[in-house]
């Protein structure tokens, strides 16, 4: 009798370990099941990459048959239900999405690398949830302790966690009111070396997004010309808020 049951208990840990693993090897192209679905598909790399129907480029991790994505902003949650992705949060909710055969790229390299990256996101999602920075930076009682979070996340390689932080920084560095309307900004604008060091950081981690935060402060600081150059190098590298700072420079909106 006990070695009959002996298949099932294996079974059910075997399910257990395998509901808690966090990943993002999930990798190819999603096409939405319905023209009226604003976002046409989700194309992963295998390696915690997004591109999300071509708006922007998000970060993604899955743990067991639930997958999350970050877009620019907000957050997407999904079931993964064979070739198919199930939307189960506000934007994506009741819509599906259903793996093609088209050819995509596959930016995993290291298993144990992109599987870090993936735990690092999942630490910070759960140190986030649906939250923005500037719900932490509003409330000034666990501001400091988000930051340090935060950076800690940062400090171990999560990029995202890195933009959030160079994001606090900047608003300690220029004050919250002045970012809002610029046209106010009284503040001397001499150049804060740990901000450019972080946003360096930034980019050297391969994050796109790190010459666009990094040339917008640029542009605070008045340096017009490394501004460009910054978003010049993001847009040509494919970051489409790059390009979107490029344009709104040129056409002075």
Known sequence: MKTSCLPVILLLISNLINSQVIDNKIQGYYQAGSDSNMYSFFEFDGDGKVN????????????????????????????????????VSDW???????????????NRKDAAVSQNKAAL??????????????????????????????????NKGLGKACLDYFGILLIQDQGLESLLKPEKNKKAKSANKQLIALGNKIIAQGELEGYTVLGSYYYILGDQKKAEELWNTGADKGSQKSAMALFQLETGQ
């Open 92 to 106: 994506v909710g009741n819509k599906i999405w259903v793996r093609k055969d088209t050819i995509t790229t596959d």
């Open 52 to 87: 999300i129907a071509g708006l922007g480029t998000g970060d993604y991790f899955t743990k067991g048959d639930s997958l999350i994505i970050y877009p620019d902003k907000s957050i997407f949650k999904f079931k993964i239900k064979g070739k198919t992705l199930l939307g």
């Open 121 to 154: 996101l999942y630490e910070y999602y759960k140190l986030t949830g649906t939250s923005k920075t500037l719900d932490f930076m509003l409330a000034e009682k666990i501001q400091n302790s988000h930051a340090e979070k935060i950076s800690v996340l940062c």
